[in-house]
């Protein structure tokens, strides 16, 4: 028996009708130049992260150990007074003698001279002023400078850097001028007293001073210590500077 048109089209609207699915949502032009932009730029620190290089290790000049706020120390200025020290304290090893060569002459004159700013090169241009009419004129005295009467006394009384000196000069000749801790000196040795042993030598010397850090004692210069920096440049160098002096200037950081 065949069906009506009316009874099939009425089932046809009765049957559940297939959801169609909606189209997939297109991103904008918009959004899609934002997302480009973006991984251009990440890509971009990407690469640049991959191609930043560590800035190469300052070039210090030969000989270099340490340097305070970026001023070079080399061996040789250490081992100056370490041969001086070696006259007071035969035997000990080159370590040990470094070390107080540091401590007591070395550190406190670069901390001293920072200090000073631009007084140290005034003294300085006095004291080379002084040498050169002493150059000309060994005999004449000197017109600048603060005479110092002649003094004889060992390395405890005159200081080591002028007691040092003075054993190292030939009698009767003037120096060049000496960097000593807050002060410029120009000396000549009158005479020499022997002693039982290097260290007990006495030395008869003439002397002229030229001033540049006469406002502090030794102690105010230590405590100066933790405003300047030092660097270590040679690694074996950390065997020889004092732990606490590497804490205090900043080797060692937190």
């Known amino acids: 028996m065949s069906m009506s048109r009316e009874v099939v089209f009425e089932r046809a609207a009765r049957a559940p009708r297939r959801k169609r ?21 990440a890509s971009g620190c990407e690469r640049k ?25 080399s ?14 304290e035969p035997g000990s090893s080159s370590q040990h003698l470094r070390r107080l060569s540091l401590t007591n002459v070395v550190l406190p004159r670069r901390i001293a001279a920072a200090l000073a700013g631009d007084a140290r090169e005034r003294a300085r241009a006095e004291a080379l002023a002084a040498l050169e009419g002493l150059a000309a ?3 004449a ?6 005479p110092v009467p002649p003094v004889e006394g060992g390395w405890v009384e005159l200081g080591l ?6 054993m190292d000069l030939p009698e009767g000749r003037w120096s060049g001028v000496v960097e000593d801790i807050g002060r410029f000196v120009l000396l000549r040795r009158l005479g020499r007293v022997p002693g039982p042993a ?9 002397l002229l001073e030229f001033p540049y850090l006469v406002s502090m004692g030794r102690r105010a210069i230590e405590l100066a210590y ?29």
């Open 21 to 41: 699915r909606a189209p997939l949502a297109r991103p904008s032009r918009l959004a899609a130049a934002i997302a480009a932009a973006l991984f251009a730029t």
């Open 49 to 73: 992260e991959e191609t930043v290089e560590e800035p190469p290790a300052r070039s210090w000049p030969p000989g270099t150990v340490l340097a305070i706020d970026g001023e070079p120390i």
């Open 75 to 88: 061996a040789e200025e250490v081992d100056l007074p370490s041969a001086w020290i070696e006259r007071i």
């Open 137 to 139: 004129l060994p005999e």
């Open 141 to 146: 005295p000197p017109q600048s400078g603060e």
């Open 161 to 166: 850097v002028v007691w040092g000196t003075a």
């Open 198 to 206: 290097p260290g007990a030598i006495r030395m008869h010397v003439e």
């Open 226 to 254: 933790a405003q300047h920096r030092m660097e270590i440049v040679d690694p074996t160098w950390r065997e020889i500077v004092p732990e606490h002096i590497q804490y205090k200037m900043g080797v060692h950081q937190p």
